[in-house]
């Protein structure tokens, strides 16, 4: 065990894991007349990002923009927002795999610019698709073994630990097959197994659900949860765009947009700083897309979001925030039957992360 | 409950032999693969040890220095840039191939070093390169007619190679850096490939330097190559051990071998230092604008 001494703590870091301070990054970007043939892969928020200049008028996009915000030591806290909110680069600078343009973090309280190996040593990743990253010639037990000793462990400490991890994540039977073979669900057990190898004080999970069947999601969500934050103490800092998974997991919930963290707080109160009056909640068939704004036009209504689940019926929902949910019900019904949907049904729901997203930024998170 | 790491010098090795035994098996999942690299060897060999037979007597004269025998200078100068061209493109092929298998990030954000990363990454290459020295010398000593005389010095040798390595390690470096400071992933970097022309043409790996015009024995004398091959040789075949046999031999009083150190020396003291820099100065621009991983 020579290689696991105590490390010399920031005197101020003893609450926080995590804290930064306008930590900031920006990209260059090839203007969008370079980007000819690619139009039809480029997003409307991406298109919108490469006709920006920035404050020094290159053209530039601010990926992560003067975010401010602390994490306290054993706590689970999420990264919320869409594709392009700049979460992932956020991780990214707090793992030192990027260098920030302005401000700077602490990670257990290392300086992210001036004491990179302290954080590195401080702290565990796992990314999406970070499974290839496994060498395919190995098998599972040997590629846990291989990242075991990577990380300084000695030869028995590590067969321990990686007999330990493949009785916990239940792949004890796959212990002799290569990655290459595994389904998605077990190679990101096989990833999180790597966070449980060496547990180190800080875990950072970049969307560590997504691709995964309901199953396979229920298991990871569980095991980061239960074991390594729980009862191990792991702090655990997460990004999704999922919000129900942010809102199961999450003490607490930081919303990003556009590069900047809007509003922070636990999942609870977000929704009830969002809840003024009515949310009803309508399932619709036969929409039209015009709809929502038909609806905004009526009196006594503050936001209107429509979501088609079914092009080809025009099933979706139509969420309404309204001062007085009773009152203007009959109105919203009408004004939808004279566009030839009908309402099949409809629900006084309470605020979602969804609604703190919207209420937040003006915008839909799967937009 | 948690545990904070740090990397000692014994926890380095430690992960060191790893990362040799991981290269290892990666080399050895193949068997058929592994089979033909073999294979590779030998045909290599056989095919300068045919071109001996046919052509050796024409340029007998010009190997009197290295005791006169074509077969057995060709083989020693494969096996030497063997060694010299693996340090050359290790640093390059550790980092593409972390690159493109997606764990350049997955070491980035792990607690090991720069240069433990550099080092991992590239050590497999090597422990496999001296296998494949061990079956040059077999292939070439049992079967294609590989004669060691004259005043045969093996620590001098291994010396002169060992030097040479490093300083082709300070070249590899520069031409690694230039995956990140001008994307150079297609494989080639300009660096290794200029080196790489110079070694096959001018640097005596398959004949010997005197046959060429002074030009390009200039040339030769511009790649640590030369120097390490012209000293190896003489230290296992040699026979006239003060032969001046590079251009730049004629311009010092000090014995040719002297010579071959002292530019093998300087070759380090300048590639090495350079290397390093420029390889911190690719990962940190990288980290900068954000290319260093795939991870998006």
């Given amino acids: 065990m020579e290689t696991y001494r105590k490390i010399r703590r920031h005197p101020q870091m003893q609450d926080y894991a995590i804290e930064t301070f306008n930590l900031s990054k920006r990209f260059g970007i090839k203007p969008l007349e370079e980007w000819k043939g690619w139009e039809d892969q480029l997003t409307h928020l991406i298109k919108e990002r490469l006709q920006k200049k920035g404050k020094n008028g290159k053209r530039e996009t601010t990926a992560v923009d003067c975010v401010n915000t602390k994490v306290k030591r054993g706590e689970f806290f999420g990264l919320l927002g869409p594709n392009g909110a700049g979460k992932t680069t956020l991780i990214k600078l707090l793992t030192c795999l990027l260098y920030p343009d302005e401000g700077t973090a602490l990670v257990n309280g290392f300086d992210i610019r001036k004491e990179g190996d302290k954080v590195r040593a401080s702290m565990n990743v796992i990314i999406s698709g970070g499974w290839l990253g496994f060498n395919f010639a190995l098998t599972v037990q040997q590629n846990l073994e291989f990242f075991a000793r990577i990380y300084g462990l000695q030869k028995d400490l590590a067969k321990e630990r990686v007999a330990e991890v493949l009785d916990i994540l239940d792949l004890k039977d796959k212990r002799t097959e290569v990655p290459l073979y595994l389904s998605s669900g077990m190679r990101q057990k096989l990833l999180l197994g790597k966070a449980f190898l060496v547990r180190a004080p800080v875990l950072f999970l970049d969307e560590p659900t997504i691709g995964l069947d309901p199953r396979a999601a229920y298991d990871v969500r569980d095991f980061v949860k239960n074991k390594l934050n729980r009862e191990y103490g792991i702090t655990v800092l997460m990004s999704t765009h999922y919000m129900e998974e942010a809102d199961l997991l999450c003490d607490r919930v930081a919303i990003m947009h556009e590069g900047k963290i809007v509003a922070t707080d636990t999942p609870e109160d977000l929704k009830s700083s969002v809840k003024k009056g009515d949310l009803l909640e309508l399932k619709v068939a036969n929409m039209t897309p015009d709809l929502a704004e038909k609806i905004k036009g009526l009196d006594g209504i503050d936001d209107v979001v429509m979501h088609i689940t079914d092009p080809v019926s025009g099933v979706g929902t139509v969420r309404v925030r309204t001062p007085n949910g009773r009152k203007i019900l009959a109105d919203v019904s009408k004004t939808i039957e004279e566009e030839g949907a009908s309402v099949k049904f409809v629900n006084n729901v309470d605020p979602t992360l969804e609604d703190v997203f919207i209420n937040f930024t003006g915008k839909r998170l799967r937009e | 409950m948690t545990e904070e790491l740090r990397m000692d010098r014994r926890a380095n090795l430690r992960a060191m032999w790893t990362f040799v035994k991981r290269d290892l098996k990666i080399w050895t999942y193949f068997k058929l693969n592994f089979l033909i690299d073999i294979a590779g060897i030998f045909s290599n060999i056989a095919i300068y040890a045919i071109i001996a037979m046919v052509a050796g007597k024409a340029v007998e004269s010009s190997l009197n220095p290295f005791g006169g025998d074509y077969a057995s200078y060709v083989i020693l100068g494969i096996i030497f840039n063997e060694i010299m061209s693996t340090s050359l493109s290790a640093p390059y092929w550790g980092t593409m191939d972390a690159f493109w298998t997606g764990r350049l990030e997955i070491l980035m954000i792990s607690p090991i070093s720069t240069p433990l990363f550099v080092t991992g990454t590239s050590i497999g290459r090597y422990v496999r390169s001296l296998i494949n020295v061990a079956f040059y010398l077999i292939f070439g000593a049992l079967l294609f007619g590989l004669k060691l005389g ?116 300087a070759f380090s003291l300048v590639t090495v230092p350079l290397g390093w820099w420029m390889y911190n100065q690719g990962v940190r621009r990288a980290k900068m604008d954000g290319r260093l991983s795939r991870w998006v």
């Avoid at chain 2, 150079?184 to 200029?194: C, H, K, L, N």
């Avoid at chain 2, 003489?234 to 010092?252: D, N, Q, V, Y």
Wanted: net charge neutral; hydrophobic share 55%.
């Fill in chain 2, 150 to 265: 004259g005043t045969i010095n093996y620590g001098l040798a291994i010396l002169y190679i060992l030097v040479a390595t490093i300083a082709c390690t300070g070249l590899g470096l520069m031409g690694a850096s230039l995956i990140y400071l001008i994307e150079a992933r297609g494989g080639e970097d300009p660096i290794r490939w200029i080196v790489g022309i110079l070694v096959g043409l001018a640097s005596g790996v398959y004949y010997p330097l005197s046959i060429l015009p002074q030009w390009m024995q200039w040339l030769g004398c511009l790649i640590p190559q030369t120097y390490a091959l012209d000293a190896a040789r003489r230290s296992m075949i040699g026979e006239a051990i003060r032969a001046k046999t590079l251009p730049i031999h004629g311009l010092f009083s000090a014995s040719p071998m002297m010579v071959d150190m002292a530019a093998l020396i």
